[in-house]
Nanobody, 118 residues
Framework: QVQLVESGGGLVQAGGSLRLSCAAS??????????MGWYRQAPGKQRELVAS???????NYADSVKGRFTISRDNAKNTVYLQMNSLKPDDTAVYYC??????????WGQGTQVTVST
């Protein structure tokens, strides 16, 4: 199994910054992690991809966060980060860490709340 432990969510004013972290551990990733990413789900909306990063460092961002958010990872620590700058109220959501292991299994974190006030 795999455990994904997220941290860094909270309440911030519009224009502020937050940094999310997600550390993966467990037997399910003994062969390594391919893609790590962050998704978010706002009330009444579907879960959507925010950003993802491959083991080689290739990144992908939702258009709504390009230029404001930066995803990075530390392969040695099986940890992915999401630096969120210039936050907007529309960024308010529960943010979920996602991990695709080389075993072709997908794992999810428990979610961390990000609230951006006006």
């Amino acid at each position: 199994q795999v455990q994904l432990v997220e941290s860094g969510g909270g309440l911030v004013q519009a224009g502020g910054s937050l940094r999310l972290s997600c550390a993966a551990s467990g037997s399910g990733i003994i062969f390594g992690i391919d893609i790590m990413g962050w998704y978010r789900q706002a009330p009444g909306k579907q879960r959507e991809l925010v950003a993802s990063i491959s083991s080689s460092g290739s990144t992908n961002y939702a258009d709504s966060v390009k230029g404001r958010f930066t995803i990075s990872r530390d392969n040695a620590k099986n940890t992915v980060y999401l630096q969120m700058n210039s936050l907007k109220p529309d960024d308010t959501a529960v943010y979920y860490c996602n991990c695709n292991a080389y075993t072709l299994r997908t794992y999810w974190g428990q979610g961390t709340q990000v609230t951006v006030s006006t």
